[in-house]
């Protein structure tokens, strides 16, 4: 819908063009067309006047009733034609003809109000002349005919611009719909990394948990056996009592992660860090382990997070790698760093893949960080983990 300022600036163009088509139709008519006025024409007078304003007014309607506007114009020429006056050539059924095929597709209804007007045209003329005018015919029929082929392939250039337009905009759609599934299959993929690995993490706080407090029911049971003052006998037995029900209470809500786990129940951590090494040389991998530092146990978590992370990227080296790995263990500074490096051949692991995404999860919930980097021809992943959580 349009504007205002839009509508008031069609308003004004529309009432110019009525104005214009009145002037030009009133010096065709005192000067005559392409040919000289002939003899015996009537001159302009009154109802000429008159008659050419009926022709032009109608103008200021056109973008409503297009049809309409070309036959009181063409109308009006037939009737100056009768009168006698030298219409040989008027301006208004051009234009109207131009401007009704400049927006209307042309139909048979169309054709044949134009083909009849013509013919009356000719019919009036030829009776107030009283022979056939052929001159009329010529100055009549030609513009009439080049007015709807101009007008027609006006329309034709709109709308193949309009139709180009339209395919842009929907190519321009298409590309953003791609844009945005690429990106919600990226958000999809990131979203199952993460809980595919807070479900292994949920499992390794399952196994921790259910030994620990299985070790303070056996611990309490057997102080039970012991002898003790009746309050300290009866805590022990709430202690116990308490420690089987958690383990319980965490098989049943963790259980269920189990299914279909095709992981060993082997114990994490850096303790297992050997025996991952050994299962990665056995396969062909060569990997070197370097130490800095003293040696320091790391908290449950932390120490889960940094045997899954050197498992991951193990993976990742003997997959995208050349066949050797080195990590790095240092245990200098405040906080534990773990670094994995190797040669790559063609496309490294993505810094938004699943594994690690996975990695990165792990280290954040332990409380530290992780980067992945590609420096030439060697794939770097560089762990922060703090050492706080342990229990000596």
Do not use: K
Not at 15 to 28: D, E, G, K, M
Not at 176 to 198: D, G
Request: proline share 5%.
């Amino acid at each position: 819908m349009s504007s205002p300022a839009t509508a008031r600036s069609r308003a004004l163009l529309d009432t110019a063009l009525a104005a214009a088509v009145f002037v030009v139709s009133l010096a065709l008519l005192v000067h005559g067309g392409p040919t000289p006025v002939r003899a015996g024409a009537r001159g302009l007078d009154a109802l000429g006047v008159l008659l050419v304003a009926c022709s032009a007014v109608p103008f200021v309607l056109w973008r409503r009733f297009p049809l309409a506007v070309f036959t009181v114009a063409a109308g009006v020429s037939v009737l100056l034609a009768g009168f006698g006056y030298p219409a040989d050539l008027v301006l208004g059924p051009i234009a109207a003809l131009y401007l009704l095929a400049a927006n209307v597709p042309w139909t048979v209804r169309n054709a044949a109000v134009a083909a009849g007007l013509l013919i009356a045209y000719l019919g009036a003329a030829a009776y107030a002349q009283e022979a056939f005018p052929g001159v009329g015919l010529v100055h009549t029929a030609l513009p009439w005919a080049a007015a709807w082929f101009a007008g027609e392939r006006t329309r034709l250039r709109r709308e193949q611009v309009t139709e180009l337009r339209q395919r842009a905009v929907d190519a321009e759609r298409a590309a953003e719909r791609e844009r945005l599934r690429a990106v919600n299959e990226a958000e999809r993929e990131r979203r199952l990394a993460v809980a595919e690995e807070r479900a292994r993490i949920a499992r390794d706080l399952h196994d921790s948990a259910g030994h620990a407090i299985s070790l303070i029911a056996v611990r309490a049971g057997a102080a039970r056996l012991r002898r003790h003052q009746d309050g300290a006998l009866r805590s022990l037995e709430a202690i116990e009592e308490l420690a089987r029900q958690t383990v319980a209470e965490i098989d049943q809500l963790v259980g269920s992660l189990r299914e279909g786990d095709p992981e060993p129940a082997a114990p994490l951590g850096l303790a297992s860090l050997d025996t991952l090494i050994a299962h990665h040389s056995a396969a062909g991998l060569h990997v070197e382990l370097d130490l800095a530092g003293t040696v320091r146990p790391l908290g449950g978590t932390a120490d889960q997070a940094a045997y899954r992370i050197l498992q991951q990227a193990l993976a990742n080296a003997a997959r995208h790698g050349t066949g050797h790995a080195r990590i790095e263990l240092d245990f200098t500074g405040e906080d534990f760093t773990l670094t994995v490096t190797n040669p790559v051949r063609g496309t490294p692991p993505r810094a938004n893949g699943h594994g690690v995404i996975g990695m990165r999860e792990r280290a954040t919930l332990a409380g530290g960080s992780l980067d992945a980097t590609r420096l030439e021809n060697t794939y770097r992943l560089r762990a922060r983990l703090p050492y706080g959580g342990h229990q000596p």
